[in-house]
């Protein structure tokens, strides 16, 4: 077991070493590529949890849970732990978006001792019942289910299925295809839908390319990119809206894309279908897709579980139409893995500084059209 001490010490060493720009470990979790593992596996709470502290199997099935009592902090109650676990996570994990991944959260054991529970105070047949020793080890073969779907990928010809952004190695011949595809049949369709099915990222070239594409051309709000490096103490500056910017990354586009071939924007509906499985490269696309064809989105925040998230959303009769709900991200990245007092840390060692994002949408949420 760790102390929380020790922990937030050599946290606080690694994000000054790594990360570009001043952070500690009080606000980390608003990086979108920071992560902490900060459970084990080898122990949990035997019976699954609602959000609202229902217990749903065993013994106990029906009881509430009334109050948490943590080894390292006073007693409180359910919906005050809950908040406190949503703390400790980025905003990408929030149950407004993920709620089964908090659950899981919830049933697990802490590496850092001042966390682990010492007890639960359940609501049982209307009697105030103590519930200690609250961890197991899990039995052989029992598996913990994430309920991550995505949905179904239509293959019609006028529907394009971005299952990741990156355009090398064994993903690269798959989208490369469907750009050739958009781009020679671009006109022939009254509506265009885009499938982002467990689409982690990648590069930004592909859906550079789409938007060019769609566009006809570069617009107003496309903006040079600035990146600062903490280890090579360097902001890296570039545009890829231009072909230099493909040309000087020897990435050639010849053979599936022409900047000019389209001079007008395109006319007929886009279709973007999310789940919260999409980071960064997928957070830039339906962003800058946003900005393309959402007309006016209307932003707005939310409380969720003592966080204020934000979220936005376009109107029903825009041009652009989004189904589900994205995931986000706070223009950091190329994380890298970092042993922090016996805790295995990702931390990103970038952060944009300039971009085609707005400032206002870094860690928003996208939702459907409303």
């Not at 952004?165 to 781009?183: F, K, S």
């Not at 070239?205 to 903490?230: D, H, T, V, Y």
Request: aromatic share 14%; charged share 20%.
């Amino acid at each position: 077991m760790v102390k929380l001490r020790a922990f937030n010490v050599a946290l606080d060493k690694l994000l000054k070493e790594n990360y570009p720009l001043p952070i500690t470990h009080a606000n980390v979790t608003e990086l979108s590529h920071y992560v902490a593992v900060i459970k084990t596996t080898d122990y949990l709470i035997p019976f699954d949890i609602t959000l609202d502290g229902r217990i749903l199997e065993g013994k106990f099935t029906s009881a509430v849970i009334q109050q948490v009592k943590m080894r390292g902090f006073k007693q409180m109650t359910w919906a005050n732990y809950i908040k406190f676990v949503v703390s400790l996570f980025p905003v990408t994990r929030n149950p407004c978006i993920y709620d089964r991944f908090m659950l899981l959260c919830v049933r697990f054991k802490y590496l850092i001792d001042e966390y682990c529970i010492d007890h639960f105070v359940v609501d049982w047949r209307g009697q105030q019942t103590k519930l200690t020793n609250v961890y197991i080890k899990p039995p052989p073969g029992m598996q913990l289910k994430h309920n991550v779907t995505d949905p179904d990928f239509v293959g019609h010809d006028n529907h394009f299925l971005l299952s990741s952004m990156i355009v090398m190695g064994d993903n690269g011949g798959q989208i490369t295809a469907e750009l050739q595809r958009l781009l020679a049949k671009r006109d022939d369709y009254d509506e265009i839908h885009f499938h982002l099915n467990n689409n982690g990222g990648g590069h930004t070239f592909a859906l550079g390319f789409i938007l060019l594409c769609l566009c006809g051309g570069r617009e107003q709000w496309m903006k040079p990119s600035s990146i600062k490096r903490n280890r090579l103490n360097s902001t890296h500056t570039f545009d890829m809206w231009t072909n230099d910017y493909y040309d000087g990354m020897g990435f050639s586009l010849a053979d599936i894309y022409n900047l000019n071939q389209y001079k007008k924007k395109y006319k007929g509906r886009v279709y973007v279908y999310m789940s919260h499985n999409n980071y960064s490269a997928a957070f830039f696309f339906i962003t800058y897709l946003v900005y393309a064809f959402g007309g006016m989105p209307r932003r707005y925040t939310k409380d969720c579980y003592g966080k204020q998230i934000k979220f936005g959303t376009i109107a029903k009769n825009a041009q652009l139409v989004l189904i589900g709900t994205t995931n986000t991200c706070s223009g950091d990245g190329d994380a890298e893995s970092f042993n922090a007092a016996g805790i295995r840390v990702i931390i990103p060692t970038h952060q944009h500084i300039a971009s085609s994002i707005q400032p206002q949408d870094w860690n928003r949420f996208w939702t459907e059209n409303k």
